[in-house]
């Protein structure tokens, strides 16, 4: 069973301009994890954020989230056509260090 | 490349047929998980391992399912009497646990398509 739903589920913009994704999720949680997947392939790590912590930057990532809310996002800043993927939020569950929990996903296509 | 590998790539087969595949962790990971992947969806997680032993299993493992890891190095998941249903992105993914944080590493996974 899926524990996320992204929103939106798909996204379309424009070459510089900032996308973002959020993410919810339903039960508590030990860390959340944002992942990219191109078309057909594996998925790729871009950042973990942990319960404890509200915001988190990686180069032109940020993320965000709120536990009260269970709810978290990710912001990419001046997109480039390379960033044309699908972004999915996973969750570790509370207490878990072993298996991962994915949303639905958002596709996000920058177009040139 | 994360330095994940799995095997083959691709799968076909006709429906009833076994097929077995590979997963090669990175090297000094202790843990290996299993995930199938349908179209339009997320990942799902299907089991995982600690070293050599399996510790977890999700209920969409049926009895047809079968996962190794007999030197905890590489992997192998097995699916019998493969059904339509059955067709899917198969990721293999492995993280090196220290503390509680779990970043995983995932392969480029193997498409079967059941015929």
């Known amino acids: 069973s899926q524990q996320g739903e992204e929103d939106p589920q798909a996204l379309s913009i424009q070459e510089g301009e900032n996308a973002t994704m959020n993410c919810s999720y339903k039960t508590s949680i030990n860390n959340l994890q944002w992942y990219r997947q191109n078309s057909g392939r594996g998925l790729v790590h871009l950042i973990l954020i942990r319960s404890n912590e509200r915001e988190k930057h990686s180069g032109r990532l940020r993320v965000t989230l709120d536990t009260s809310k269970k709810s978290s996002s990710l912001l990419i800043t001046a997109s480039r056509a390379a960033d044309t993927a699908s972004y999915f939020c996973?969750?570790?569950?509370?207490?878990?260090?072993?298996?991962?929990?994915f949303g639905t996903g958002t596709l996000l296509a920058v177009q040139p | 490349d994360t330095g994940v590998s799995q095997d083959p790539r691709h799968k076909i087969t006709k429906r009833g047929q076994n097929v077995t595949f590979r997963c090669d962790p990175i090297s000094e990971h202790n843990r290996l998980y299993w995930y199938r992947q349908t179209l339009g969806q997320g990942p799902e997680f299907l089991t995982y391992f600690q070293n050599e032993a399996q510790l977890e299993k999700s209920r969409l493992l049926s009895d047809r399912f079968s996962a190794e890891r007999p030197k905890g190095s590489f992997s192998t998941l097995e699916i019998q009497r493969t059904e339509q249903g059955d067709s899917a992105m198969y990721l293999c993914a492995s993280s090196l646990v220290l503390g509680a944080y779990n970043e995983q590493f995932f392969g480029p996974g193997t498409r079967l398509t059941v015929l």
């Open positions: 996973a969750t570790a569950p509370g207490g878990a260090t072993n298996k991962l929990i």
